[in-house]
């Protein structure tokens, strides 16, 4: 037992964890990314008129005839997009139990606990950014066009300069696992190296408050059409892994019990 409490990421008070107590509830939070990722795009994407975004150089009574057209569409939307966005946190919960097993005799708790901060925290704008589009949809009659328009600049302000708290958990995924030393790594070194290059490219987030027009604006094809298409399959690439590894660990940890 002493063995297995020395390599096992786990705080053993008392009686080891048979495996399938211990991983029971790792799959289904590793299928709450797909999950999220098809009700995201769905609810936030197509029905709250995010995919594509609204243009920036629209004017303010083109936004209130948005609104006012699609109130009830957008409500939908938002409503959806709130509920399933928290389905983020369960993901990413997920992915950290997966990096404590990432040569865990190093202690290799850092990485791994910037990932789940990070991710965590990737709910917030998510969720708050729908809560202005919402705002705008409860009762757009009331509103005057520039009260609207402000929302949903508000709205695609805070989701896209949040980025960085998104950006921290990918690049730690991708660092913790380019020292993986299993011949077969958990997560294959270009899956690390793509999560690394896909949170450093929202960098380019930064010049967006600075355009309404081209492909910095949030409708242009960099900082929308790029940046969310790498976003979605990062979500998809790192879901794949995440599920590929648990069998594995599930191997591992019982050879180590058996073992100790």
Not at 76 to 95: D, H, K, N, V
Not at 184 to 191: D, G, T
Not at 211 to 231: I, S
Request: proline share 6%.
């Amino acid at each position: 037992m002493n063995q297995v409490a020395q390599v096992a990421p786990e705080m053993t008070f008392g009686p080891v964890l048979s495996n399938e107590a211990y991983f029971r509830y790792w799959r289904a939070c590793a299928m709450m990314g797909p999950l999220f990722l098809t009700a995201f795009i769905i609810c936030w994407g197509v029905l709250g008129s995010n995919i594509p975004p609204i243009p920036a150089d629209f004017t303010a009574e083109q936004m209130a005839q948005h609104f006012n057209t699609n109130a009830n569409q957008v409500r939908a939307g938002m409503a959806g997009a709130m509920l399933f966005g928290c389905l983020y946190l369960p993901w990413t919960l997920s992915i950290t139990k997966v990096m404590h097993w990432i040569n865990p005799q190093e202690n290799n708790d850092m990485l791994a606990n910037l990932q789940m901060w990070g991710g965590g925290l990737t709910v917030v704008p998510l969720v708050t950014s729908s809560v202005f589009w919402m705002t705008g949809a409860y009762r757009p009659e009331a509103l005057t066009p520039a009260t609207l328009q402000m929302l949903y600049d508000q709205g695609w302000l805070l989701i896209d300069m949040f980025y960085f708290i998104t950006t921290i958990p990918m690049v730690a995924i991708g660092v913790a696992g380019l020292t993986d030393r299993r011949i077969k790594p958990l997560f294959p070194r270009w899956a690390c190296w793509y999560s690394i290059w896909a949170g450093l490219s929202f960098l380019f987030e930064l010049l967006m408050p600075f355009f309404k027009t081209g492909l910095f604006a949030r409708q242009g094809w960099l900082n929308f059409w790029v940046e969310f298409v790498v976003w979605f399959a990062y979500i998809l690439i790192i879901s794949y892994f995440v599920l590929k590894a648990i069998p594995r660990l599930e191997q591992e940890r019982a050879a180590m019990i058996k073992a100790g």
